[in-house]
């Protein structure tokens, strides 16, 4: 199993950019899939997850009406649209599956997660 998450850049305050997190070796549809994020010197957070289903998100408190995050099942990848992003959005996001046995459940602690894609760093100038 593979997850190749893309879409990072160096951007200004204000700015948006999408990532992408591309999947082999496993059907997103049959995982909760969730971005997660990782500032220097901090812990790796969760930002926002969608459930197998699909019918279920959820954002952190911090990303909630900025971000949004979607699945394509014919590409078998997982977006997360990152719009009027600030300095505190820089970090390294990751996007990670996991095998839940719910199709609406979307959990936040990062030990359940079983596979993570490798990090795509999002640096925000301000």
């Known amino acids: 199993v593979q997850l190749q998450a893309s879409g990072g850049g160096l951007v200004q305050a204000g700015d948006s950019l999408r990532l992408s997190c591309a999947a082999s070796?496993?059907?997103?549809?049959?995982?909760?899939v969730a971005w997660f994020r990782q500032a220097p010197g901090k812990e790796r957070e969760f930002v926002s997850g969608i459930s197998m289903s699909g019918s279920s998100k959820d954002y952190a408190d911090s990303v909630k009406g900025r971000f949004t995050i979607s699945r394509d099942n014919a590409k078998n990848t997982v977006y997360l649209q990152m719009n009027s992003l600030n300095a505190e959005d820089t970090a390294v996001y990751y996007c990670?599956?996991?095998?839940?046995?719910?199709?609406?459940?979307?959990?936040?602690?990062?030990?359940?997660?079983?596979?993570w894609g490798q990090g795509t760093l999002v640096t925000v100038s301000s």
């Open positions: 990670a599956a996991d095998r839940t046995f719910s199709t609406i459940r979307i959990r936040v602690n990062v030990d359940v997660y079983d596979y």
């Open positions: 070796g496993v059907t997103l549809s049959s995982v909760a």
